[in-house]
């Protein structure tokens, strides 16, 4: 079967970096996304890394360690609209199609 | 602009009633898929669609039905056989399968919120 985890909750001060590490057990891994939710909202894409290292996207970054099934997104500068649930998903050769979502990190950002 | 609709964003039902909830992408989108949501809880799939007329089980299928009869549409009915039904439902669609290997991510839709009672 597959698996992720990730912290439950992270809270953090505005303009503070924050990591949330993901751990996944599958086989046939194709890559690792992550995506933000707002309360009650849809959840959007942030970053996907198919290969090992850091992807970065303005104030968000992702990192890929395929050898020890392993990343972490990376907010820096915090603001309060960051306040928000972070899901990692892996998506594998196997499985037909589809993304398993993790269970979520839900931020908290703290003026 | 292209997106997702999910409609209505609040149902209700009695238990025992089937309930059909709507999704349409005009993104020319390939694959779509149904996720539920409970409170905090990840998104776990139910079914999912790659190509017209084709769908597959996702995780959690029981006392749920799809159908994909046109690339637009991607309906899910929540049959009275589905024991715990109140969730948050979430429609997606990407351009490809995540199979596909390709950096394919996933567009969702507000989301339908079902309370049945």
């Known amino acids: 079967g597959q698996s992720l985890e990730q912290p439950s909750e992270v809270t953090a001060v505005e303009g503070a970096i924050v990591q949330i590490n993901c751990t996944y057990q599958?086989?046939?891994?194709?890559?690792l996304s992550w995506y933000q939710q707002h309360d009650g909202g849809a959840p959007t894409f942030l970053s996907y890394?198919?290969?090992?290292g850091l992807e970065e996207t303005g104030r968000f970054s992702s990192f890929l360690s395929r050898s020890d099934s392993y990343g972490y997104l990376l907010l820096q500068e915090l603001q309060m609209k960051d306040s928000a649930s972070y899901f990692c998903?892996?998506?594998?050769?196997?499985?037909?199609?589809?993304?398993?979502f993790g269970q979520g990190t839900e931020l908290s950002v703290k003026p | 602009d292209g997106g997702i609709t999910q409609s209505p964003k609040y149902l209700f039902r009695k238990e025992g009633q089937n309930v059909t909830l709507s999704c349409e992408q005009n993104?020319?989108?390939?694959?779509m898929y149904w996720y539920r949501q409970d409170p905090g809880q990840g998104l776990r799939l139910i079914y999912y669609s790659q190509i017209v007329n084709d769908f597959q089980k996702g995780d959690i299928a029981e006392g749920y039905s799809v159908s994909r009869e046109k690339k637009e549409s991607f309906p899910l009915t929540v049959t009275s056989a589905q024991k715990n039904p109140t969730a948050f439902y979430l429609c997606a669609s990407s351009i490809k399968g995540a199979r596909g290997g390709t950096n394919s991510p996933l567009h969702f839709g507000n989301g339908t919120r079902l309370t049945v009672t």
């Open positions: 998903a892996v998506s594998t050769y196997n499985q037909g199609g589809k993304l398993i």
């Open positions: 993104l020319n989108h390939d694959a």
């Open positions: 890394n198919a290969l090992d």
């Open positions: 599958t086989s046939g891994f194709y890559g």
